[in-house]
């Protein structure tokens, strides 16, 4: 297992790879945007436009599945900042990765600050009666493979959802938690924090068990000549099957999010 | 897992950025286009409607008016076959008139060129008679005084002829 390049500034830990991975997963998400957008035409589209026309119909058509689409359209822009990062987010664990290695606590430091996982986990290693430990930190993974960011947004949809509900469809919104009986109350409650915690766990377990197996299949390699040769077409199908999972996930993310919206803005009196 | 709390933040405020400036930058440009795009479809798909309609009116109206050239052709060549067999018939009647007009003058001159060579006639009948008269009776007639008995002679002659 690769330890996480956590440093500590003045008390407050700070994920290092963490914030190195979201500020390039944006600044893709954005230049790729940008750059689509950057001759906007109305006749004669070019490639990365239509390209990018085709993201937001994609995300419209969904849209348009799970609510009607004139209350959905302030969510458009949300559903393609959503499947964009997540995509983006996930594909980028794929390629390759930044791993450093360090043989002493005394090394592990980065700008000058003591990087604070390695030296807890060197510390277990020596009170574990390991005399010889080597720890790993991973630099380059997914974003979306760490639990605080993918909970992060599955809470931003979360309170967007909650909040939707209370201001635009105040009065069904709570009689939505004492249907069909009032006894149902605490069910309720627990499915929509499980809705939550499950809209999260998720993706962060998908792309996070892709990346071990990743990681799994590199050791394999590195036993010897044969395991080096049968790392090959694993790591390939394993790839590709990484890919079609973090765009799955990505488009799942983005839907369930559109369907929360949908259930709690969705006024159940037209019916 | 490692769950450090910044991360949450970090991905709060990059996601959160990240939003606003797609929205600002890229999608919502990209959605007005989108929307001007429809728009222009919608517009141009009634433009063809139009343009369809007016089209099978203008053609309607080539119609009457194709049917009409037809009608006034078909008058035209009807009224000049009736006026140039009415122009025939004038010619014909003119010309019947213009014979029968030759005839009669024609006889009128035979008349009167008759009546002058009668006339000449009597005259020289007349002076005729009175030199056979003469010679006849060997007596110097004045030609003159007789004349008018031989008139009435022969005027008796013209009357009892």
Known sequence: ?271 | MHFVWTSTVITLIAFVVLYLLLNRYAIGPLMSVMEKRREMVLSQLNEASATREEAAAYVEQQKEALQQARKDAYDIIEQSRQTSSKQADQLIAQAKDESTRLKDEALRDIESEKNKAMAALRGEVGRVSVQIASKLIEKEIDEKSNEGLVDQYLKDVGTKS
């Open chain 1, 1 to 271: 297992m690769h330890e996480a390049p956590i440093i500590e500034l003045g008390g407050i830990p700070f994920d290092l790879s963490i914030i190195t991975m979201l500020i390039v997963s944006c600044l893709v998400v954005f230049l790729l945007a940008k750059f689509a957008t950057r001759n906007l035409s109305v006749e004669n589209p070019g490639k990365l436009q239509n390209f990018m026309e085709w993201v937001i119909e994609f995300v419209q058509n969904q849209i348009a599945g799970t609510m009607d689409l004139k209350k959905g359209k302030p969510f458009i822009t949300l559903g393609v900042t959503l499947i964009m990062f997540i995509f983006v987010s996930n594909m980028l664990g794929l390629p390759f990765g930044i791993v450093f290695g360090y043989e002493h606590a005394g090394d592990a430091t980065i700008f000058g600050q003591p990087i604070v996982s390695v030296v807890d986990a060197f510390n277990a290693a020596a009170a574990a009666g390991n005399e010889d430990p080597h720890i790993e930190v991973a630099f380059w993974k997914s974003p979306t493979a760490d639990v605080s960011v993918t909970m992060t947004l599955a809470a931003i949809v979360f309170f967007m959802v909650h909040y939707l509900g209370i201001k635009k469809n105040t009065k069904s919104y709570f009689k939505h938690y004492l249907e069909p009986y009032p006894v149902f109350l605490p069910i309720n409650l627990i499915e929509q924090f499980s809705s939550l915690l499950t809209h999260g766990m998720r993706l962060y377990g998908n792309i996070f068990a892709g990346e071990v197996l990743i990681s799994v299949i590199l050791k394999l390699a590195a036993v010897n000549v044969v395991g080096a040769i049968a790392s090959i077409p694993l790591m390939m199908v394993w790839q590709g099957f990484s890919i079609f999972v973090g765009a799955i996930q990505a488009f799942v993310f983005m839907i369930l999010a559109m369907v929360y919206i949908s259930q709690k803005i969705d006024t159940h009196e037209e019916h």
